[in-house]
């Protein structure tokens, strides 16, 4: 029987040109991209957080019902242009977040200063490039003894609205990232805090 050697490749060749599974794979855009973001992970634990990972802004979560609870049962409501009436709604902060891609959600014990952390690593993010770097802090904001409410800010390079205040759910964003947080029960309880900084 004659065959046609032109159109049938020895079994050699035919190994030779099946790629390996076993071969190094070449860095996606997106491995590469996280792998340069990661040492601002190592940066926050220097700062004085406890750990720090990166979330997808997808996995951020609002809801309304947030703000309910500065409006009802929370002493600093409307005290400062940081909370609730004056800090970005559920709604807007959605519209933010949906801007962006990645975050880095920061954990904190209670000797931990949130507001310090996030609010030095935004500068640091923004001077490697990533200009639309926001920072979200953690409680209201206690800066100075009484708010300019009807003017401009005291201190605004250090001072950020917290999560909670723009409507975040904070349980539900750091237990999606595998962090733990639970409803405080008592005095020594374990208390966990976290910011959030948006990165690109
Ligand atoms: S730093 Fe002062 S003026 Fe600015 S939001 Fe905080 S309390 Fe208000």
Known sequence: MKTNKRTEPSVMSRIRRRPSTLAPQPPTPDTQ????????????????????????????????????????????YASSRNCPPYSPTPERTRRILDEFKTAILVHGDKTADIRKIVVAMEREVFLAGYYRAFAYACGPCHLCKECNLGGACRHEDDARPAMEACGIDVFATARAAGFPIEVVASRDGEQNYYGLVLVE
């Open 33 to 76: 991209h996280r792998s340069g973001l990661e040492v601002f992970l190592q940066r926050a634990v220097e700062l004085g957080a406890k750990e720090a990972k990166l979330v997808p802004t997808s996995q951020v979560f609002t809801a309304d019902w947030v703000r309910l609870k500065c409006q009802y049962g929370c002493g600093a």
